[in-house]
């Protein structure tokens, strides 16, 4: 079992930086893919950024490939998601995902546990 926390979400103007943090329960946290996810109202969930066990392979939409960064401290049982040059479109609800897989995984169905999200709002 893993538990999943969010934090670092907030108000920012167009154009600026948050850095999410997730920090997981469990003394198998190595083990675990994980992943970013985010879900706008009135949408379906997206996948944002994944990360392997290792820490060494990451994944990204196109919609957010060199804006945004997933990484992993696997001493501190937390995952990141830096996020630059925010749009008024990246604003959501942001989810923390863990997969029991090792590997990074884009499709939200390969994820077992989830964390209660942070809210995300990009002003213009």
């Known amino acids: 079992q893993v538990q999943l926390v969010e934090s670092g979400g907030g108000l920012v103007q167009a154009g600026g930086s948050l850095r999410l943090s997730c920090a997981a329960s469990?003394?198998?946290?190595?083990?675990?893919?994980m992943g970013w996810f985010r879900q706008a109202p009135g949408a379906e969930r997206e996948f944002v950024a994944a990360?392997?066990?290792?820490?060494?392979?990451?994944s990204y939409p196109d919609s957010v490939k060199g804006r945004f960064t997933i990484s992993r401290d696997n001493a501190k049982n937390t995952v990141y998601l830096g996020m630059n040059s925010l749009k008024p479109e990246d604003t959501a609800v942001y989810y923390c995902?863990?997969?029991?897989?090792?590997?990074?995984?884009?499709?939200?169905?390969?994820?077992?546990?989830w964390g209660q999200g942070t809210q995300v709002t990009v002003s213009s």
């Open positions: 995902a863990a997969s029991s897989g090792s590997g990074r995984y884009v499709t939200a169905a390969s994820y077992d546990y």
């Open positions: 469990g003394r198998t946290f190595s083990r675990y893919g």
């Open positions: 990360i392997s066990w290792s820490g060494r392979s990451t």
